[in-house]
Each structure stands twice: as structure tokens, then as C-alpha cells.
Nanobody, 118 residues
Framework: VQLRESGPGLVKPSQTLSLTCTVS??????????WSWNRQSPGTGLEWMGQ???????YYNPSLRSRTSISGYTSKNQFTLQLTSVTPESTAVYYC???????????WGQGTQIPVSS
């Protein structure tokens, strides 16, 4: 399973960050994996932002729920992240991940650095 993040190189404060994860080697609609977005800000640990299931049901980190939306696009085998009202504290490396229910399969994208700056 391979995952690749894509998105803008820079986002300004108050804008919406939109990222896409393109998946190969597995289908996001078959139920084998949970598809999640995660981020790591400078000097902090890894933060789980949310995920979708094979049916497209989203689950969000409660601390980000009001600003986060994760969607799946089965025809393109992609899933996306939208984070609204970003601030400089949203600066992070953003990763997409595929994890099987038994934790045996665990695959990560290479990450994409997103600076938030005016």
C-alpha cells in the first residue's frame, strides 16, 4: 500500500487548508483499512486529526472537530482533509495513513510540510 499527500506549499492565516491523499495498492472502499490524517508540529508529538472508514463515515479529534472535514472519493481512490481557519500554530508536517483493524498493516505517506504564514 502506498500513500502520497499533495496540497499547497503555503497557506495564509484564516484560510482553509486542503490536502489530498492518493492511495495505491488498496481500495479505500473495501474495509481493510482505516484512512486517517495526522500532523506533527515543530516541537510537539504526532497528533491524530481524524479518519474515515470504508463506508466514508468520518471520526474526528474532538479538539479539531469544528474545523476539520475528511472525505473519501472512491472513483479516484483518494481521501481529503480540509482544515478551516488555520493559524500559524497549524504549521506542521501533515501525513496520511492507512491502518488495518488488527494493526498489522500500517502505512504512511511521506508527509507534506505546510507552513502557515502571512
Amino acid at each position: 500500500v502506498q500513500l502520497r499527500e499533495s496540497g499547497p506549499g503555503l497557506v495564509k492565516p484564516s484560510q482553509t487548508l486542503s490536502l489530498t491523499c492518493t492511495v495505491s495498492g488498496a481500495s479505500i472502499s473495501t474495509g481493510d483499512y482505516y484512512w486517517s490524517w495526522n500532523r506533527q508540529s515543530p516541537g510537539t508529538g504526532l497528533e491524530w486529526m481524524g479518519q474515515i472508514t470504508d463506508s466514508g463515515t468520518p471520526y474526528y479529534n474532538p479538539s479539531l472537530r469544528s474545523r476539520t472535514s475528511i472525505s473519501g472519493y472512491t472513483s479516484k481512490n483518494q481521501f481529503t482533509l480540509q482544515l478551516t481557519s488555520v493559524t500559524p500554530e497549524s504549521t506542521a508536517v501533515y501525513y496520511c495513513r492507512a491502518r488495518s483493524g488488527d494493526f498489522i498493516g500500517d502505512y504512511w505517506g511521506q508527509g507534506t510540510q505546510i507552513p502557515v504564514s502571512s
